[in-house]
Protein backbone atom coordinates (compact mmCIF):
# COMPACT_ATOMS: atom_id res chain seq x y z
CA UNK A 1 0.00 0.00 0.00
CA UNK A 2 1.54 2.99 -1.22
CA UNK A 3 1.30 6.80 0.50
CA UNK A 4 -0.38 7.72 -2.75
CA UNK A 5 -3.35 5.25 -2.08
CA UNK A 6 -3.92 7.13 1.03
CA UNK A 7 -5.03 10.38 -1.08
CA UNK A 8 -8.57 10.00 -0.99
CA UNK A 9 -8.50 8.89 2.50
CA UNK A 10 -6.52 11.76 3.63
CA UNK A 11 -8.58 14.05 1.53
CA UNK A 12 -11.44 13.32 3.25
CA UNK A 13 -10.11 13.26 7.27
CA UNK A 14 -7.72 15.90 6.74
CA UNK A 15 -5.45 16.24 10.10
CA UNK A 16 -7.10 13.25 12.06
CA UNK A 17 -4.80 10.83 9.40
CA UNK A 18 -1.78 10.25 10.65
CA UNK A 19 1.27 8.56 8.74
CA UNK A 20 4.30 9.87 9.81
CA UNK A 21 5.82 6.62 11.07
CA UNK A 22 6.95 8.62 14.62
CA UNK A 23 3.85 9.66 15.20
CA UNK A 24 1.82 6.37 14.14
CA UNK A 25 4.41 4.01 16.51
CA UNK A 26 2.53 5.25 19.47
CA UNK A 27 -0.21 3.26 18.75
CA UNK A 28 1.19 -0.30 18.07
CA UNK A 29 1.09 -1.80 21.44
CA UNK A 30 -1.73 -2.04 24.49
CA UNK A 31 -0.74 -1.96 27.75
CA UNK A 32 -0.23 -5.54 27.58
CA UNK A 33 2.40 -4.65 25.30
CA UNK A 34 2.22 -7.72 23.07
CA UNK A 35 5.71 -8.52 21.50
CA UNK A 36 3.92 -9.59 17.74
CA UNK A 37 2.40 -5.84 17.69
CA UNK A 38 2.90 -4.92 13.91
CA UNK A 39 3.87 -1.76 12.51
CA UNK A 40 0.36 0.35 11.02
CA UNK A 41 0.13 2.13 7.52
CA UNK A 42 -1.76 4.91 9.11
CA UNK A 43 -3.48 6.10 12.38
CA UNK A 44 -7.17 7.81 11.83
CA UNK A 45 -7.93 9.70 15.02
CA UNK A 46 -11.57 9.63 14.59
CA UNK A 47 -13.84 13.14 16.02
CA UNK A 48 -16.74 11.82 14.56
CA UNK A 49 -18.94 8.40 13.75
CA UNK A 50 -18.69 10.12 9.78
CA UNK A 51 -14.69 9.47 10.56
CA UNK A 52 -15.38 5.64 11.24
CA UNK A 53 -17.62 5.38 8.42
CA UNK A 54 -14.96 6.85 5.91
CA UNK A 55 -11.80 4.96 7.70
CA UNK A 56 -14.05 1.68 7.31
CA UNK A 57 -15.32 2.33 4.04
CA UNK A 58 -12.06 3.04 2.24
CA UNK A 59 -10.31 -0.29 4.08
CA UNK A 60 -12.65 -2.55 2.74
CA UNK A 61 -12.53 -0.79 -0.39
CA UNK A 62 -8.85 -1.59 -0.26
CA UNK A 63 -9.23 -5.06 1.58
CA UNK A 64 -6.80 -3.01 4.51
CA UNK A 65 -6.62 -4.30 8.03
CA UNK A 66 -8.66 -1.97 10.91
CA UNK A 67 -7.60 -2.34 14.46
CA UNK A 68 -10.03 -0.29 16.56
CA UNK A 69 -8.52 1.61 19.80
CA UNK A 70 -9.66 3.60 22.96
CA UNK A 71 -7.38 4.34 25.82
CA UNK A 72 -4.64 1.60 24.92
CA UNK A 73 -5.31 0.00 28.33
CA UNK A 74 -6.17 -3.20 27.79
CA UNK A 75 -4.27 -6.21 29.07
CA UNK A 76 -4.43 -9.06 26.61
CA UNK A 77 -3.01 -7.67 23.00
CA UNK A 78 -6.64 -6.64 21.80
CA UNK A 79 -5.38 -3.58 20.21
CA UNK A 80 -2.05 -4.34 18.89
CA UNK A 81 -1.22 -2.56 15.66
CA UNK A 82 -1.55 -4.88 12.58
CA UNK A 83 1.60 -4.64 10.17
CA UNK A 84 -0.08 -2.19 7.24
CA UNK A 85 -3.21 -2.32 8.62
CA UNK A 86 -5.16 1.04 10.07
CA UNK A 87 -5.58 2.07 13.19
CA UNK A 88 -8.94 3.85 14.25
CA UNK A 89 -8.23 5.35 17.55
CA UNK A 90 -11.59 6.73 19.25
CA UNK A 91 -9.66 8.46 21.93
CA UNK A 92 -10.57 11.80 20.86
CA UNK A 93 -14.67 11.12 21.13
CA UNK A 94 -15.17 11.65 24.72
CA UNK A 95 -18.63 13.33 24.30
CA UNK A 96 -21.26 12.44 27.65
CA UNK A 97 -24.33 13.51 28.07
CA UNK A 98 -26.45 13.00 30.92
CA UNK A 99 -30.28 12.28 30.89
CA UNK A 100 -31.34 12.49 34.47
CA UNK A 101 -35.11 11.65 33.61
CA UNK A 102 -34.29 8.49 31.79
CA UNK A 103 -31.46 7.99 34.33
CA UNK A 104 -28.82 7.19 31.19
CA UNK A 105 -25.70 8.53 30.03
CA UNK A 106 -25.19 8.90 25.85
CA UNK A 107 -21.69 8.59 25.82
CA UNK A 108 -18.83 8.41 22.84
CA UNK A 109 -16.57 6.10 23.12
CA UNK A 110 -13.30 7.92 24.05
CA UNK A 111 -14.39 9.29 27.13
CA UNK A 112 -12.59 7.58 29.89
CA UNK A 113 -15.09 5.55 32.87
CA UNK A 114 -14.10 8.06 35.70
CA UNK A 115 -15.42 10.84 33.17
CA UNK A 116 -18.79 9.27 33.06
CA UNK A 117 -18.69 8.31 36.75
CA UNK A 118 -18.33 12.14 37.38
CA UNK A 119 -20.65 13.21 35.46
CA UNK A 120 -23.19 10.72 36.83
CA UNK A 121 -22.36 12.25 40.35
CA UNK A 122 -23.77 15.77 39.39
CA UNK A 123 -26.85 14.59 39.08
CA UNK A 124 -26.73 12.19 42.40
CA UNK A 125 -26.43 9.39 39.99
CA UNK A 126 -23.68 6.32 39.69
CA UNK A 127 -22.10 4.47 36.72
CA UNK A 128 -21.07 1.08 38.60
CA UNK A 129 -18.68 -1.12 36.39
CA UNK A 130 -15.12 0.60 37.45
CA UNK A 131 -12.25 -1.81 36.61
CA UNK A 132 -9.26 -1.09 38.58
CA UNK A 133 -7.71 1.52 35.41
CA UNK A 134 -11.23 3.47 35.73
CA UNK A 135 -9.03 7.05 35.98
CA UNK A 136 -7.27 6.15 32.43
CA UNK A 137 -9.73 3.65 30.51
CA UNK A 138 -12.72 4.31 27.97
CA UNK A 139 -15.30 3.27 27.70
CA UNK A 140 -15.31 1.77 24.18
CA UNK A 141 -12.68 -0.21 26.00
CA UNK A 142 -15.05 -1.22 29.30
CA UNK A 143 -17.28 -2.09 26.31
CA UNK A 144 -15.37 -4.36 23.91
CA UNK A 145 -13.97 -6.23 26.46
CA UNK A 146 -17.17 -6.14 28.57
CA UNK A 147 -15.05 -4.89 31.71
CA UNK A 148 -16.02 -5.65 35.20
CA UNK A 149 -14.18 -4.32 38.08
CA UNK A 150 -14.26 -4.31 42.10
CA UNK A 151 -18.29 -3.89 42.52
CA UNK A 152 -19.19 -6.23 40.18
CA UNK A 153 -19.86 -8.91 42.83
CA UNK A 154 -22.83 -7.16 43.58
CA UNK A 155 -23.56 -4.83 40.67
CA UNK A 156 -22.78 -6.53 37.98
CA UNK A 157 -20.26 -5.65 34.73
CA UNK A 158 -20.53 -3.82 31.74
CA UNK A 159 -22.99 -5.50 29.82
CA UNK A 160 -25.49 -5.15 33.02
CA UNK A 161 -25.47 -1.42 31.99
CA UNK A 162 -25.36 -1.26 27.77
CA UNK A 163 -28.78 0.23 26.76
CA UNK A 164 -28.02 0.98 23.12
CA UNK A 165 -25.30 1.07 20.96
CA UNK A 166 -23.96 2.84 17.76
CA UNK A 167 -21.81 0.67 15.85
CA UNK A 168 -19.88 0.88 12.63
CA UNK A 169 -19.62 -2.39 10.46
CA UNK A 170 -16.78 -3.60 8.45
CA UNK A 171 -18.38 -1.84 5.08
CA UNK A 172 -18.80 1.44 6.80
CA UNK A 173 -22.46 1.01 7.55
CA UNK A 174 -23.63 2.81 10.65
CA UNK A 175 -26.43 0.81 12.89
CA UNK A 176 -28.08 1.88 15.83
CA UNK A 177 -29.30 -1.04 18.77
CA UNK A 178 -31.20 -0.69 21.11
CA UNK A 179 -31.65 2.71 23.10
CA UNK A 180 -33.43 4.13 26.19
CA UNK A 181 -35.21 1.60 26.99
CA UNK A 182 -35.24 -0.28 30.23
CA UNK A 183 -37.26 -3.39 28.65
CA UNK A 184 -36.61 -4.16 24.81
CA UNK A 185 -37.13 -7.79 23.17
CA UNK A 186 -37.96 -7.10 19.72
CA UNK A 187 -35.92 -8.75 17.35
CA UNK A 188 -32.24 -10.73 18.19
CA UNK A 189 -30.37 -9.61 20.86
CA UNK A 190 -27.93 -7.97 18.64
CA UNK A 191 -27.07 -5.22 21.44
CA UNK A 192 -24.99 -8.09 23.41
CA UNK A 193 -23.30 -9.18 20.59
CA UNK A 194 -20.90 -6.39 20.32
CA UNK A 195 -20.55 -6.21 24.06
CA UNK A 196 -17.27 -7.99 24.31
CA UNK A 197 -16.05 -9.04 20.87
CA UNK A 198 -13.16 -6.89 20.88
CA UNK A 199 -13.17 -4.64 17.79
CA UNK A 200 -13.72 -7.74 15.43
CA UNK A 201 -17.55 -7.34 14.40
CA UNK A 202 -17.90 -3.52 14.20
CA UNK A 203 -16.30 0.02 15.35
CA UNK A 204 -18.30 1.33 18.39
CA UNK A 205 -19.01 4.67 18.10
CA UNK A 206 -21.79 5.63 21.02
CA UNK A 207 -23.24 4.19 23.93
CA UNK A 208 -26.31 4.40 25.90
CA UNK A 209 -25.67 3.52 29.55
CA UNK A 210 -27.97 2.42 32.60
CA UNK A 211 -27.26 4.27 35.37
CA UNK A 212 -28.37 4.10 39.09
CA UNK A 213 -28.98 6.04 42.45
CA UNK A 214 -25.55 7.02 44.00
CA UNK A 215 -24.03 4.53 45.88
CA UNK A 216 -25.07 4.78 49.32
CA UNK A 217 -22.00 4.66 52.16
CA UNK A 218 -20.16 1.88 52.46
CA UNK A 219 -18.56 0.11 55.60
CA UNK A 220 -15.70 -1.63 54.76
CA UNK A 221 -13.80 -4.73 56.50
CA UNK A 222 -9.76 -5.52 56.47
CA UNK A 223 -8.99 -9.06 57.41
CA UNK A 224 -5.32 -10.71 57.47
CA UNK A 225 -4.85 -13.96 56.91
CA UNK A 226 -1.60 -16.62 56.72
CA UNK A 227 -2.34 -17.99 53.95
CA UNK A 228 -4.34 -16.97 50.37
CA UNK A 229 -5.70 -20.27 50.66
CA UNK A 230 -7.29 -19.22 54.05
CA UNK A 231 -8.25 -16.09 52.38
CA UNK A 232 -10.23 -17.75 49.28
CA UNK A 233 -11.72 -20.13 52.28
CA UNK A 234 -13.45 -16.91 53.75
CA UNK A 235 -14.61 -15.43 50.28
CA UNK A 236 -16.57 -18.99 50.31
CA UNK A 237 -18.06 -19.06 53.36
CA UNK A 238 -19.23 -15.06 52.80
CA UNK A 239 -20.87 -15.89 49.25
CA UNK A 240 -23.11 -18.42 50.84
CA UNK A 241 -24.74 -16.20 52.76
CA UNK A 242 -24.59 -12.24 51.70
CA UNK A 243 -23.70 -10.47 48.29
CA UNK A 244 -21.30 -7.89 49.79
CA UNK A 245 -20.62 -5.01 47.45
CA UNK A 246 -17.09 -5.32 47.20
CA UNK A 247 -14.87 -8.45 48.20
CA UNK A 248 -10.59 -7.95 46.91
CA UNK A 249 -8.24 -10.01 47.62
CA UNK A 250 -4.25 -9.48 47.50
CA UNK A 251 -1.87 -12.27 48.26
CA UNK A 252 1.45 -11.81 49.92
CA UNK A 253 3.67 -10.64 47.10
CA UNK A 254 1.47 -8.38 45.81
CA UNK A 255 1.14 -6.68 49.27
CA UNK A 256 4.78 -6.54 49.64
CA UNK A 257 4.59 -4.97 45.58
CA UNK A 258 2.12 -1.88 47.08
CA UNK A 259 4.38 -1.13 49.91
CA UNK A 260 7.47 -1.29 47.86
CA UNK A 261 6.06 1.15 45.37
CA UNK A 262 3.91 3.27 47.58
CA UNK A 263 3.97 2.69 51.28
CA UNK A 264 0.49 2.13 52.39
CA UNK A 265 0.52 0.94 55.67
CA UNK A 266 -0.37 -2.56 54.60
CA UNK A 267 0.52 -5.38 57.21
CA UNK A 268 3.70 -6.93 55.30
CA UNK A 269 3.64 -9.96 57.14
CA UNK A 270 0.29 -11.04 56.46
CA UNK A 271 -0.13 -14.26 53.89
CA UNK A 272 -3.22 -12.44 52.64
CA UNK A 273 -5.38 -9.66 52.45
CA UNK A 274 -9.19 -9.44 52.30
CA UNK A 275 -10.83 -6.03 51.64
CA UNK A 276 -14.45 -5.93 51.67
CA UNK A 277 -17.15 -3.34 51.79
CA UNK A 278 -20.87 -3.42 52.05
CA UNK A 279 -23.13 -0.52 51.02
CA UNK A 280 -26.34 -1.86 53.00
CA UNK A 281 -28.30 0.89 54.95
CA UNK A 282 -26.86 1.31 58.16
CA UNK A 283 -28.53 -1.16 60.40
CA UNK A 284 -27.80 -4.00 57.83
CA UNK A 285 -24.12 -2.77 56.90
CA UNK A 286 -23.26 -3.56 60.57
CA UNK A 287 -25.18 -7.03 59.92
CA UNK A 288 -23.41 -8.02 56.99
CA UNK A 289 -19.79 -6.67 58.44
CA UNK A 290 -20.24 -9.06 61.62
CA UNK A 291 -21.56 -11.70 59.50
CA UNK A 292 -17.88 -11.35 57.06
CA UNK A 293 -15.76 -10.81 60.48
CA UNK A 294 -17.46 -14.36 61.66
CA UNK A 295 -16.58 -15.82 58.47
CA UNK A 296 -13.07 -14.29 58.18
CA UNK A 297 -12.22 -15.84 62.15
CA UNK A 298 -13.67 -18.90 61.33
CA UNK A 299 -10.85 -19.74 58.50
CA UNK A 300 -8.18 -18.58 60.15
CA UNK A 301 -7.93 -15.20 60.14
CA UNK A 302 -5.04 -13.45 62.15
CA UNK A 303 -6.68 -10.27 62.57
CA UNK A 304 -9.81 -7.84 60.94
CA UNK A 305 -10.55 -4.37 61.24
CA UNK A 306 -13.72 -2.87 60.84
CA UNK A 307 -14.60 0.99 59.53
CA UNK A 308 -17.53 2.78 58.45
CA UNK A 309 -15.43 5.63 57.93
CA UNK A 310 -15.58 6.08 54.13
CA UNK A 311 -12.06 7.94 53.56
CA UNK A 312 -10.58 5.12 56.19
CA UNK A 313 -12.10 2.64 53.71
CA UNK A 314 -11.11 4.35 50.56
CA UNK A 315 -7.47 4.06 52.02
CA UNK A 316 -7.79 0.47 51.38
CA UNK A 317 -8.99 0.03 47.94
CA UNK A 318 -6.78 2.68 46.65
CA UNK A 319 -3.62 0.29 47.92
CA UNK A 320 -5.56 -2.34 46.16
CA UNK A 321 -5.92 -0.48 42.95
CA UNK A 322 -2.39 0.37 43.11
CA UNK A 323 -1.39 -3.57 43.26
CA UNK A 324 -0.72 -3.65 39.36
CA UNK A 325 1.21 -0.57 39.01
CA UNK A 326 3.34 -1.40 41.77
CA UNK A 327 4.13 -5.25 40.36
CA UNK A 328 4.92 -3.90 37.11
CA UNK A 329 7.71 -1.91 38.47
CA UNK A 330 9.12 -5.22 39.38
CA UNK A 331 9.63 -6.61 36.21
CA UNK A 332 7.85 -7.59 32.65
CA UNK A 333 4.58 -9.15 33.29
CA UNK A 334 2.06 -11.56 31.13
CA UNK A 335 -1.15 -10.75 32.64
CA UNK A 336 -3.96 -13.27 33.50
CA UNK A 337 -7.76 -12.69 34.92
CA UNK A 338 -8.83 -16.25 35.15
CA UNK A 339 -11.99 -17.40 36.63
CA UNK A 340 -13.77 -19.71 38.27
CA UNK A 341 -16.92 -20.45 40.15
CA UNK A 342 -16.77 -19.27 43.42
CA UNK A 343 -16.73 -22.29 45.51
CA UNK A 344 -13.12 -23.77 43.46
CA UNK A 345 -11.78 -20.29 44.35
CA UNK A 346 -9.52 -21.95 47.26
CA UNK A 347 -8.05 -24.44 44.12
CA UNK A 348 -7.44 -22.25 42.03
CA UNK A 349 -4.77 -20.46 44.40
CA UNK A 350 -3.37 -23.96 45.44
CA UNK A 351 -3.34 -24.32 42.17
CA UNK A 352 -1.33 -21.20 41.35
CA UNK A 353 1.14 -21.22 43.87
CA UNK A 354 2.22 -24.74 42.82
CA UNK A 355 2.77 -23.76 39.44
CA UNK A 356 4.57 -20.84 40.55
CA UNK A 357 6.64 -22.96 42.67
CA UNK A 358 7.13 -25.56 40.55
CA UNK A 359 8.31 -23.42 37.75
CA UNK A 360 10.71 -20.84 39.93
CA UNK A 361 8.31 -18.14 38.65
CA UNK A 362 7.08 -15.63 40.88
CA UNK A 363 3.14 -14.97 40.27
CA UNK A 364 1.86 -12.83 42.62
CA UNK A 365 -1.89 -12.79 42.82
CA UNK A 366 -4.82 -10.12 43.07
CA UNK A 367 -8.47 -11.07 43.14
CA UNK A 368 -11.79 -9.37 42.53
CA UNK A 369 -12.47 -12.88 44.76
CA UNK A 370 -16.38 -12.53 45.88
CA UNK A 371 -16.79 -13.47 42.21
CA UNK A 372 -13.65 -15.65 41.62
CA UNK A 373 -12.20 -13.70 39.20
CA UNK A 374 -8.27 -13.95 39.96
CA UNK A 375 -5.44 -11.69 38.15
CA UNK A 376 -2.44 -14.01 38.52
CA UNK A 377 0.47 -11.74 37.33
CA UNK A 378 3.40 -13.51 35.95
CA UNK A 379 6.99 -11.32 36.19
CA UNK A 380 9.85 -12.03 34.74
CA UNK A 381 13.01 -10.92 33.10
CA UNK A 382 12.43 -10.69 29.38
CA UNK A 383 16.57 -11.08 28.91
CA UNK A 384 16.60 -14.30 30.45
CA UNK A 385 15.83 -16.77 28.06
CA UNK A 386 14.68 -19.24 30.39
CA UNK A 387 13.11 -16.63 32.21
CA UNK A 388 10.81 -15.86 29.59
CA UNK A 389 10.29 -19.67 28.24
CA UNK A 390 9.30 -20.42 32.27
CA UNK A 391 6.68 -17.65 32.32
CA UNK A 392 4.70 -18.17 28.81
CA UNK A 393 4.68 -21.99 30.32
CA UNK A 394 3.37 -20.51 33.90
CA UNK A 395 0.59 -18.45 31.42
CA UNK A 396 -0.35 -21.78 29.78
CA UNK A 397 -0.88 -23.56 32.62
CA UNK A 398 -2.61 -21.09 34.56
CA UNK A 399 -5.17 -20.96 32.31
CA UNK A 400 -5.46 -24.89 31.79
CA UNK A 401 -5.39 -25.05 35.49
CA UNK A 402 -9.05 -22.40 35.13
CA UNK A 403 -10.22 -24.67 32.92
CA UNK A 404 -9.66 -27.71 34.52
CA UNK A 405 -12.11 -26.24 37.59
CA UNK A 406 -14.93 -25.65 35.07
CA UNK A 407 -13.18 -21.89 35.19
CA UNK A 408 -12.71 -19.58 32.35
CA UNK A 409 -9.45 -18.44 30.71
CA UNK A 410 -10.72 -14.51 31.02
CA UNK A 411 -13.18 -13.05 33.02
CA UNK A 412 -12.80 -9.30 32.38
CA UNK A 413 -9.61 -8.39 30.11
CA UNK A 414 -10.61 -10.02 26.57
CA UNK A 415 -8.77 -12.79 24.50
CA UNK A 416 -7.19 -10.27 22.65
CA UNK A 417 -4.27 -11.99 20.82
CA UNK A 418 -2.27 -13.43 24.34
CA UNK A 419 -5.09 -15.90 25.08
CA UNK A 420 -6.18 -16.98 21.65
CA UNK A 421 -4.47 -19.85 21.06
CA UNK A 422 -6.49 -21.30 25.11
CA UNK A 423 -9.80 -20.24 23.48
CA UNK A 424 -10.44 -23.45 21.85
CA UNK A 425 -10.41 -25.38 24.74
CA UNK A 426 -12.61 -23.85 26.26
CA UNK A 427 -15.47 -23.04 23.52
CA UNK A 428 -15.01 -26.55 21.73
CA UNK A 429 -15.03 -27.17 17.96
CA UNK A 430 -18.79 -26.35 17.57
CA UNK A 431 -18.89 -23.04 19.57
CA UNK A 432 -15.61 -21.95 17.69
CA UNK A 433 -17.94 -22.92 14.25
CA UNK A 434 -19.91 -20.76 15.21
CA UNK A 435 -18.19 -17.79 16.52
CA UNK A 436 -16.49 -18.25 13.07
CA UNK A 437 -19.79 -17.91 11.24
CA UNK A 438 -20.85 -14.79 13.03
CA UNK A 439 -17.35 -13.48 12.30
CA UNK A 440 -17.52 -14.00 8.85
CA UNK A 441 -21.27 -12.71 8.14
CA UNK A 442 -20.19 -9.31 9.56
CA UNK A 443 -17.04 -9.23 8.45
CA UNK A 444 -16.24 -11.41 5.13
CA UNK A 445 -13.16 -9.87 4.20
CA UNK A 446 -11.90 -10.29 8.27
CA UNK A 447 -10.58 -6.87 8.01
CA UNK A 448 -11.89 -6.17 11.45
CA UNK A 449 -9.02 -6.88 14.02
CA UNK A 450 -7.56 -9.75 12.60
CA UNK A 451 -5.49 -11.59 14.66
CA UNK A 452 -7.46 -11.04 17.78
CA UNK A 453 -9.74 -13.76 19.76
CA UNK A 454 -11.12 -15.80 16.83
Excluded at 63 to 83: F, H, I, K, N, Q
Aim: glycine share 10%; hydrophobic share 50%.
Amino acid sequence: MTTTTLDGLAAELGDALLTDPDSCAAYRHDWAREPGAGTPLAVVRARTAADVQAALRWASAHGVPVVPRGAGTGLSGGSSAVDGGLVVSLEQMRGIEIDVETRVAVVEPGALNIAVKAAAAEHGLWYPPDPSSYEICSIGGNVATNAGGLCCVKYGVTTDYVLGLDVVLADGTLVTLGGKRIKDVAGLSLLKLFVGSEGTLGVITRVILRLIPAQPPRATLVASFPTVTAAARAVVAVGRTLRPSMMELMDAASIGAVEDHKPMGLDRSAGALLIAQSDAPAAAAAEEVAVMEAACRAAGADDVFCTDDPEEGEMFIAARRLAFPAIEARGSLLLEDVGVPVPLLPDLVDGIAAIAAELAVEIPVVAHAGDGNTHPIIVFDPADPAAAAAAQQAFERVMTLALSLGGTITGEHGVGRTKKGALPAQLGADVMALSHRIKDALDPQGILNPGAVL
